[in-house]
């Protein structure tokens, strides 16, 4: 089991940085991936950012170049780096985690991760 504990969010003007970080605990091998998923009132959760054990990343299109994924792994920790914030980041953030696929290295886009924190509140005002 991975146990995932989400922090950082809060309130930020249109414009504003925030980071977010994620610490896992359990059962953490080196193999593991982990992403930033997010959720607004009303819409379906939508993957921001993911990052694999070699440190590959992949973003949502709505979010490159203003977002950063990346991790200490002597810490066990994920972070998201948000700048250039606009009111439609507003949502509810969520740390995840899962290990690649059988047979797998990485995890491919799309995949279903296991593991979710409970979630961070984010919200933007123009």
């Known amino acids: 089991q991975v146990q995932l504990v989400e922090s950082g969010g809060g309130s930020v003007q249109a414009g504003g940085s925030l980071r977010l970080s994620c610490v896992a605990s359990?059962?953490?091998?080196?193999?593991?991936?982990m992403g930033w998923f997010r959720q607004a009132p009303g819409k379906e959760r939508e993957r921001v950012a993911t990052?694999?054990?070699?440190?590959?990343?992949n973003y949502a299109a709505s979010v490159k170049g203003r977002f950063t994924i990346s991790k200490d792994n002597a810490k066990n920790t994920l972070y998201l780096q948000m700048n250039s914030l606009k009111s439609e980041d507003t949502a509810m953030y969520y740390c995840?985690?899962?290990?690649?696929?059988?047979?797998?290295?990485?995890?491919?886009?799309?995949?279903?991760?296991?593991?979710w924190g409970q979630g961070t509140q984010v919200t933007v005002s123009s």
């Open positions: 990052i694999d054990s070699s440190g590959s990343t």
């Open positions: 359990g059962y953490i091998y080196s193999t593991i991936c």
């Open positions: 995840a985690a899962r290990y690649p696929p059988y047979g797998a290295t990485s995890c491919p886009p799309g995949v279903v991760y296991m593991y």
